[in-house]
């Protein structure tokens, strides 16, 4: 379910030029969505359904979601075969995973 702290966040990151890059830990490269697109992308995937807890803002652009949980902490899922035992954590928050994000200017 995409929330507005979920939308915000994603607002933010993308405001902050953190759009697409490079990542310095697996899966080594980012696309945030946009904001507007957020629940389409989650409904699509089907992401409740498959992950429930779960909530898609990104993926690293070659078949895995990057995901948030209800705690915050960031998480890769795969987008094929999708199912919470899968999720691997890959950060404790957005801000620690900032720090492994390249920024866009």
């Not at 629940?39 to 779960?54: H, I, L, M, S």
């Amino acid at each position: 379910m995409v929330t507005m702290n979920i939308l915000q966040i994603v607002k933010d990151l993308r405001d902050q030029g953190y759009t697409e890059g490079e990542l310095s830990i697996d899966p080594e490269w980012y696309v945030i969505f946009e904001p507007e697109n957020l629940a389409q992308y989650n409904t699509e995937y089907e992401v409740a359904k498959y992950a429930p807890g779960f909530t898609a803002f990104g993926s690293s652009g070659g078949g895995e979601l990057l995901v948030l949980n209800e705690k915050g902490q960031v998480f890769t899922l795969p987008a094929i075969g999708m199912e919470p035992q899968y999720a691997d954590k890959i950060s404790e928050s957005i801000e620690d995973f900032k720090s492994f994000m390249e920024r866009n200017h």
